[in-house]
């Protein structure tokens, strides 16, 4: 199921290259006794009895996409590390807004867990009525962080931003973009805003859905992560640009958004996360996986040969990374609530 929703241009200049900003390094502070809190962390991890049943990660988006692809990833060694069942179930629908607040209404303790690309939870909270905010979550760690690209379809007429910007200028609202979450929406407004032009966003309820929907002809451009690249030039598509400050080494063959004139640095992190309220001693344990998990080169290979880059933000990285995105995203998310 999709929806169009015509948009205008809005303005959203130069704040949004503050979204890729790396998080900075937090160190554990001492205790009275000098030793470091993340000792005491490590020590209560070791004493938990956890898990002590199946674990659940719940994606709020269809099979297919680069969330699930995380969530699968990491679900298979969470399964090793633990010695448990780890089942990965998508809660797709209302751009990820089912599933995150399934996530959050969860029993903490430990045995649901969720990934989503930040920051859906945050745009989701600050523009519509939902059942979570964003301290419904305890954010336990990232594995990857992802730039968004523009893609046209197989055959399309546009071969470059230029054609799709000139073609838009003459035909207001006729062009058709599919995303699959809040930040591709984030990403269409500013670029609709830079080239001053009119479209017609397409949502869809995962990365799945939005790929066979660019493949199938239904829309002319996705706005998804670049790491969809490989699937959609095999069958013809293109990438027209993506939104980082500079070439990544696993997709330096693609354009970016900035060398082409748009100052757009935009991408998406998948997060691991707890629901809130969870025992301090599950969450030590968790975090004290993760960051094992964070050191696996095995890990990182399989990131890698899924096309998803790797960089791996430990909590207390995460959390700052959180905080200081969200305070850059709630100009945007201001300025323009009548687009969402």
Not at 292 to 308: C, I, K
Request: proline share 5%.
């Amino acid at each position: 199921m999709k929806k169009v929703i015509g948009l205008s241009s809005v303005a959203l200049l130069g704040v949004l290259a503050a979204c890729g900003n790396n998080a900075e390094e937090n160190n554990a502070p001492a205790d009275d006794t000098g030793n470091n809190n993340a000792e005491g962390n490590e020590e209560a991890a070791a004493d938990v009895d956890y898990p002590e049943g199946p674990i659940e990660i719940i994606v709020p988006y269809s099979a297919g996409g680069g969330g699930d692809t995380v969530a699968r990833i990491i679900g298979d060694a969470l399964a090793e590390e633990l010695d448990a069942q780890v089942n990965v179930v998508n809660r797709e629908g209302a751009g990820g807004e089912i599933g995150i607040a399934e996530m959050a209404a969860a029993e903490p303790d430990g045995h649901t867990l969720g990934v989503f690309g930040y920051p859906d939870n945050y745009v989701l909270e600050e523009t519509g009525d939902t059942d979570f905010s964003f301290d419904s979550f305890e954010y336990l760690a990232s594995f990857d962080d992802v730039p968004h690209a523009l893609f046209a379809a197989p055959d399309s007429e546009f071969e470059s931003i230029e054609d799709l910007v000139n073609y838009a200028e003459e035909n207001p609202g006729e062009v058709t973009i599919g995303e699959s979450g809040a930040l591709g929406l984030l990403k269409i407004l500013a670029f609709e805003d830079q080239a001053e032009i009119d479209v017609s966003p397409v949502n869809y309820d995962g990365g799945g859905e939005l790929i066979n929907g660019l493949l199938g002809g239904h829309i002319d451009i996705a706005s998804s992560s670049i790491t969809a690249a490989p699937e959609i030039v095999d069958a013809g598509g293109e990438p027209l640009g993506y939104a980082a400050p500079e070439r990544l080494e696993m997709f330096d063959e693609y354009p970016t958004l900035e060398e082409q004139g748009y100052d757009m640095d935009l991408g998406v992190r998948r997060v691991v996360v707890a629901p809130a309220d969870v025992p301090d001693e599950v969450r030590d344990a968790l975090t004290d996986v993760m960051d094992q998990l964070g050191e696996s080169e095995e890990l990182e290979e399989q990131f890698t040969n899924a096309e998803l880059p790797y960089n791996y933000l430990d909590y207390d990285e995460l959390n700052d990374y959180l905080n200081n995105t969200n305070e850059s995203l709630q100009p945007i998310i201001d300025n323009n609530q009548d687009d969402f």
